[in-house]
């Protein structure tokens, strides 16, 4: 089964702090994703990448940027947390290739800024 | 600009009604995917089926099917007898023609369906 596993399930952090959140997938997936999840909103896309230190910009992504080193770990970094980033973040994987590729999910970091 | 509409925010039921989940999608892509996802009350999101703009043919998946119609950019979702396990957010989700490859999805605001026992 595809695993993919976020470091922390609740993290607190206060305002201005720096904080990084991150995904480890075990599938040899190319393509990585971060989202994050309001109430009312359903998932944004912050940034993704389909390639080892790629990076794209997805609808969100102020405030936020990403480092992708290694093929199976994509962190998401707040450079200085806000208390709008308060939310819970999700990241995804999937194979590259054409098809409708299906994203498989981790279990969420659910981020509280104070 | 693609964007998905699932107008129901919550839809409650009694067990062993049968429930559609709306969605409605807009692209500009003439090959995309449509995608449900259900998300429980654990938070993790469960990949339930995935569509192409090609194939039009309804599925069924036990007391799940789907119904797929381009002519009005819809695809949704029913769930038969529906059970307490059932009780969750569901997402549609749309990508372009990288199939969420190079491109992330685009997602619904979701719907919380509850089922009563």
């Known amino acids: 089964d595809v695993k993919v596993t976020q470091s922390s399930r609740y993290l607190v952090k206060r305002t201005g702090e720096k904080v990084f959140l991150e995904c480890v997938q075990d599938m040899d997936h190319e393509n990585m994703f971060w989202y994050r999840q309001d109430p009312g909103l359903g998932l944004r896309l912050i940034y993704f990448?389909?390639?080892?230190?790629?990076?794209e910009k997805g609808d969100i992504p102020e405030g936020y940027s990403v480092s992708r080193e290694k093929k199976e770990r994509f962190s998401l970094i707040l450079e200085s947390a806000s208390t709008n980033q308060t939310s819970m973040y999700l990241c995804?994987?999937?194979?590259?290739?054409?098809?409708?590729?299906?994203?498989?999910f981790g279990p969420g970091t659910r981020l509280t800024v104070t | 600009a693609q964007k998905v509409t699932q107008a129901q925010t919550e839809i409650s039921v009694v067990e062993k009604e049968d429930v559609t989940l709306d969605c409605v999608y807009e692209t500009r892509d003439t090959t995309y995917y449509l995608f449900w996802y259900k998300q429980p009350p654990s938070g993790e999101l469960v990949f339930l089926i995935r569509?192409?703009?090609?194939?039009?043919q309804n599925e069924i998946s036990g007391r799940y099917s789907w119904n797929f119609q381009k002519s009005t950019s819809s695809f949704n979702f029913t769930i038969t007898a529906s059970q307490v396990v059932d009780s969750a957010v569901y997402f549609c989700a749309l990508s372009g023609s990288s199939g969420g490859g190079a491109d992330g999805l685009t997602f619904g605001k979701g719907t919380h369906l509850i089922i009563q026992p």
């Open positions: 990448s389909y390639d080892v230190k790629m990076k």
């Open positions: 995804a994987s999937s194979y590259s290739g054409t098809g409708g590729r299906q994203q498989y």
């Open positions: 569509r192409n703009s090609f194939d039009e």
